[in-house]
């Protein structure tokens, strides 16, 4: 009898163990504060409820019905400009019009994802619609005539990609950043496959649990940002292997030299160019595990060498007390606070300012449209759309996010789509990729003018100083002296 007892008792342990974790998986630690507290310019931070085992809300993919779409804002309109697709996830639109489309996920990387751990993120992914093979192409897509819908698809490249992400053209150089590397190819656009051999620009911090790596042409031709994430949540695989991650790159592309241009950034996504400022702006994932309601994710300008304090402060100054590793000297006198809350856990991706062009309607013609891939640890959901964040006069961000697409979601917990990211085609709509249902949405204000090009501050440069004093040092200088001569 008692060789029987150890083993039930264990059984009984277990059933315990897994019981109490599956009341937490379906009950978890849901939010008592609407979303748009954790939205705008001014946001509620409340305390954090740090979690040993992340609250769970997954919606489960259920794809798209023929005659289903999302729900565009009123004055616009949305078709499906291409559908079919392998989780298409982020995408460039060329000079002449074509769209290329990266389909690719997670890379395969050897040593990742074991153990107990790997295998709960594994049933997770699989749960939220990713962790499949990358399928690891890049696709173009051709709407030649003009109707809003790509008549024409081909495979533009396969060879040499490993979960592919950020693309940029630059005068007969197209750009193509793997998790681990981003490589230059030769290419015209009209062409509608990708020959040769590339040349490899330079490597990157493989993998981690933020792979994707988007690219952002400088508006003069001569630079490439590159943004890299976290491989964790809070550094809690080991500060060494952040090395060189959770930030910005600006690299030269003539001598192929890199430098940091931002950083304590978890994981920067998408960028682009404030038309007004000129300013890099980039939307970030903050970190997660501190509750349903913390940390909002956020959209912000990067200054060179800006600094957002990731793995040890958020939003400037709240310290991370779960961070085990010593913190830089002096960190906290130079963090940066966000320019603008996106909503706690909401997961923006794609995000572009309006340009030149645009047939989105005068509601949207100053400020940047983002897409939320939507969140995996929160109660209520959030996410799951595409918004707009109005911008004043001057470049700055004001109110909150405004829906341009939802009904991303059905019934509240199953996805018919994901939004990833955004661009827009030549006749001036927007374009968002949906890596759940395999779409390319295309939105546009049917009746819209195009958008004349938005106006650039006009601003003069400061006189070089000749001398180590100012005016105002030499003036106080000089009447100490004379104090003292007296």
């Known amino acids: 009898m008692r060789s029987f007892k150890k083993p039930l008792i264990i ?3 277990l059933a ?3 019981g109490g974790f599956w009341v937490w998986f379906s009950h978890g630690n849901p939010s008592n504060l609407p979303l748009g507290a954790t939205e705008g310019t001014q946001v509620e931070l409340r305390a954090p409820e740090t979690e040993t085992i992340p609250s ?14 999302p729900t565009a804002a009123t004055g616009l309109t949305v078709n499906r400009f291409a559908a079919g697709l392998n989780h298409p996830r982020t995408m460039l639109v060329l000079p002449n019009g074509d769209v290329l489309v990266a389909e690719t996920d997670h890379p395969a990387t050897k040593g990742e994802g074991g153990g107990i751990t790997g295998m709960i993120e594994r049933y997770f992914w699989k749960k939220a619609g990713a962790g499949q093979p990358s399928p690891n192409k890049i696709v173009l897509l051709r709407d030649a005539d003009g109707d809003g819908v790509a008549e024409t698809r081909s495979v533009l490249r396969e060879k040499d990609m490993d979960s592919p992400s950020g693309m940029a053209w630059i005068d007969g150089k197209l750009y193509i950043a793997n998790h681990n590397a981003v490589l230059a190819f030769d290419f015209v656009p009209g062409a509608a496959t990708l020959e040769g051999a590339p040349a490899k620009v330079v490597n990157l911090p493989a993998a981690g649990n933020h792979w994707m790596r988007n690219l952002l042409a400088s508006p003069d031709g001569t630079k490439l940002y590159v943004a890299v994430g976290s491989a964790s949540n809070i550094a809690e695989k080991g500060i060494e292997i952040e090395n060189r991650r959770a930030a910005i790159y600006e690299l030269d592309v003539a001598t192929g030299r890199m430098r940091q241009y931002g950083g304590g950034l978890r994981n920067p996504n998408g960028l682009d160019w404030n038309p007004v400022t000129g300013e890099l702006w980039t939307v970030v994932n903050e970190r997660d595990m501190l509750g349903p309601d913390l940390v909002p994710d956020y959209m912000t300008n990067v200054p060179v060498g800006a600094q957002y304090g990731w793995p040890w402060y958020y939003w400037k100054d709240r310290l991370d ?10 960190l906290g006198e130079y963090v940066r606070k966000p320019e603008f809350a996106l909503g706690a856990h909401t997961a923006p991706l794609g995000m572009r300012f309006v340009a030149e062009g645009n047939r989105l309607g005068t509601q949207f013609n100053s400020g940047a449209f983002v897409a939320r891939h939507g969140s995996w ?25 405004a829906p341009v697409l939802t009904g991303f979601l059905a019934d509240g917990k199953k996805a018919r789509g994901r939004p990833v990211w955004l661009g827009f085609d030549k006749t001036g709509a927007l374009l968002v990729t949906d890596d759940v249902g395999g779409v390319v949405w295309r939105v546009i204000a049917p009746n819209a003018q195009p958008l004349a090009k938005p106006k650039m501050i006009a601003s003069t440069r400061m006189p070089a100083s000749r001398a180590i004093d100012s005016a105002s040092e ?5 009447q100490i002296e004379e104090a003292l001569s007296k």
Request: no cysteine.
């Open 474 to 478: 030499a003036q106080i200088r000089r």
């Open 11 to 13: 059984l009984v342990v």
């Open 56 to 69: 769970m809300g997954i919606a489960k993919p259920v794809g798209w019905a023929a005659n289903e779409a």
């Open 377 to 401: 640890n929160r109660k209520p959901l959030s996410g799951y759309d595409v918004v707009f964040v109005t911008f004043d006069e001057w470049g700055n961000p004001k109110g909150k996010p």
């Open 16 to 18: 315990i163990v897994l």
């Open 321 to 330: 007390d779960r961070v085990e590793h010593p913190m830089p000297d002096f």
